[in-house]
């Protein structure tokens, strides 16, 4: 039998007291005239480990404290102690929703940190890997969401459509989610030959599946009046509290990384930036739907012009390992793939920035190399960090039942957000 | 509506505050200028308003620890903070970065300017330990409350906390501040 904790032990844990809110709650709780709430760290509508103490007036949210940290797995100090190529899978985990993103971020931080080049048929792929991801992200994104306001079937057809694409990314690196196939310089392996007839297929199977959700959504009543009006953010607001993606977009500021700055060759690719008027949950929800429509039409142009053969990563041999075919025939290879996988290769004593377009908004990686194989520090700026820091501006004044429509619009991973 | 023609950030900073300018440096096309920290918020207020330049985005807060620390021009104290603003009119980047010390590291909070500094400068204080002076909220952010330090400082170790069960609980508690305080 289990010996149970010592008595003191459990007494002195944290009980809670109004004092220590003092300050962030308003003075009407210190009283009771308001009413303080818990929502999560379990509630599914909360996608995820996020705590919100809610402040109530009524049904109305007076603010709203939220409580992160419930998934924080302290993946910038690992990769610290890690090669640059070893610390790819950790960066996977972060956004659990779209990987490729979190590895593109890291990798372009790498590649220019230390001045690597990748091969264009390899950027034609890594646009490929990052649009299906976005679709399968704004997938999970769209049937959670309308899950939580009560459209059941939307759910389904969400994940019947992800699976899809899941089947895809293990078709490329042998995992449904966390692939890892975005490496420094490259790609893990070139694509198998079956990819291409995969993509056309799914292309051609998702595009008439994008009118289907709108028809059931985009002009249901009980859908209009549960998102129009609600969780109104001013463009001005969204700027000033560092809020990305779609986000901002539904609040009409036309900033796109993929447009603004264009990486990984976005610019000779062909398409639009849907904007909002509102800022409210509905036009959220309308960008996100017109994102779907856009990346189908990337995806499309990357397929026509994506080579059948070609270099799928550097061939520069000091930060990229050779392939396994020259290990047999060539010295220099053996020796260049035993230091790269023994010790990594050495990154300059700098720092760099570097952002991407994630399906949520800008994914920015900080990197600062040592002169040696491990990083000295890497910080990850995610999205939904920013998100949910301004869930107290976005959400005053609303009702409860408003607070799930937001957090849905929003659309927050919390491992995005704890790393 | 008339767009102010774009001024260059170094210059103008240059010509405004010409003591806090520590060093500069541009390294892969991305230009850094290094400033007093006592200097930061009158320096992003300007970088934010004036037009010409209107930094009106800030992307990111990140910190650094140069740990072990030898004092050089480029690097004078142990912590340092990248302020990460981005320029929509005009569509470029620039790091602002200051230094704190190891004794006590403070640096003055932007949020006055930046609103979504707020959290950024929270996860600093938690997991670096770089106090932002003025801040409203001062609490740890991802570490739990109870937390010992600051784990994104080099002199902490990886890893290395035991698990907690049933059968080893007494002895951990032993190590956990506010089960030791409390008697």
Redesign the interface.
């Known amino acids: 039998m ?5 008595a ?2 459990t ?4 009980e809670g007291s109004l004092e220590e809110l003092r ?2 709650v308003s003075n009407r709780a210190m009283t009771g005239e308001t009413m303080l709430l818990n929502m999560g760290p379990h509630h599914p509508s909360t996608h995820g480990v996020l705590r919100l103490l809610l402040e109530l007036d009524g049904e109305e949210i007076v603010t709203c404290l939220p409580d ?2 419930y998934l ?1 797995t ?1 993946i ?3 990769i ?2 890690k090669s640059y190529e070893k610390a790819v899978p950790l960066t996977d985990r972060m956004d659990y929703l779209s990987p490729m993103s979190n590895n593109m971020a890291f990798c372009m931080a790498v590649e ?2 230390v ?1 690597l080049d990748v091969p264009e048929r390899a950027q034609i792929i890594r646009v490929i890997c990052l649009e299906l991801s976005r679709i399968a992200s704004h997938m999970v994104w769209l049937g959670t969401h309308a899950l939580d306001m009560g459209a059941m079937s939307v759910f389904l057809y969400c994940f019947r459509e992800r699976e899809f694409i899941l089947r895809i990314f293990e078709m490329l690196s042998g995992q449904r989610m966390m692939g890892s196939y975005i490496r420094p310089g490259g790609l893990w392996r070139d694509v198998p030959a079956e990819f291409y007839g995969a993509v056309n297929q799914f292309l051609e199977y998702f595009q008439p599946k994008i009118d289907d959700y709108e028809s059931i959504l985009t002009n249901n009543p009980i859908w209009l009046d549960r998102t129009q009006g609600v969780g109104v953010i001013e463009p001005d607001v969204a ?5 990305t993606g779609a986000v901002l977009r539904g609040s009409g ?1 036309n ?1 796109d990384i993929r447009k ?2 264009p990486y990984s060759g976005y610019e000779t690719y062909d398409f639009e930036v849907p904007l909002g008027e509102h800022g409210d949950v509905y036009d959220r929800f309308y960008v996100r739907i017109q994102e779907l429509r856009q990346s189908v039409k990337i995806l499309q142009q990357a397929m026509k012009k994506l080579p059948k053969k070609g270099p799928f990563r550097s061939s520069n041999r000091k930060f990229v390992p050779p392939p396994r075919s020259e290990l047999g025939s060539s010295m220099e290879a053996v020796i260049h793939h035993f230091k790269l996988w023994t010790q990594g290769f050495d990154a300059p004593d ?4 570097v ?1 991407i377009e994630s399906p949520r908004g ?1 994914m ?1 990686c ?1 990197l ?1 190399g040592t002169g040696g194989q491990k990083p ?2 890497v ?1 990850f ?1 995610t999205p939904s ?2 998100h ?3 869930l107290p ?1 976005v959400s005053e004044g609303y009702l409860i039942a408003d607070m799930i429509a937001i957090i849905g619009s929003v659309d927050i991973v919390l491992g995005d957000c ?1 790393r | 509506m008339q767009i102010a023609p774009a001024l260059d950030p170094l210059q103008s900073l240059q010509e405004k505050f010409p003591e806090a300018i520590v060093f500069i440096k541009t ?2 096309e ?1 230009l ?1 200028i290094v400033v007093q920290p006592n200097a930061i918020l009158e320096i992003m207020t300007y970088l934010r308003n004036t037009p010409g330049l209107v930094y ?5 807060i ?5 740990y072990p620390h030898t004092p050089s021009e480029e690097r004078p104290e142990r912590y340092g903070v ?1 302020y ?1 603003i981005y320029s ?1 009119l005009y ?1 470029r ?1 620039l ?1 602002i970065k200051v230094f704190a010390a190891e004794d006590e590291p403070v640096i003055p909070t932007i949020i006055s300017v ?3 500094a ?3 400068e929270r ?1 600093i204080l938690d ?1 670096m330990g770089i106090r932002f002076e003025g801040h ?2 001062q609490r ?7 937390w010992n330090g600051h ?2 400082r ?1 002199d902490v170790p ?1 890893g290395k906390e035991m698990v907690q069960f ?2 080893n ?2 002895d951990i ?1 032993k190590h ?1 501040p ?2 030791s ?3």
């Open positions: 289990a010996t149970p904790p010592p003191n032990a007494k002195a844990l944290w300050g962030l992160i940290g924080h302290g910038e100090k690992n610290e102690d220019k940190l001045a700027l000033a509290w560092g809020m500021v900033w603004a700055m700098e720092e760099v920035y952002s800008e920015a900080y600062h000295r520090r910080h700026k960090f920013m949910i820091s301004s501006v704890d | 390294f892969r991305e850094t009106n985005f800030l992307s990111d990140s910190s650094v620890d140069y990248s990460h929509m569509n980047r790091r930046y609103p979504g707020n959290w950024l996860e997991l409203p909220d740890r952010l991802l570490m739990p409350d109870d784990p994104a080099r990886m049933s059968f609980v007494e508690m956990k506010h089960a305080s409390s008697n």
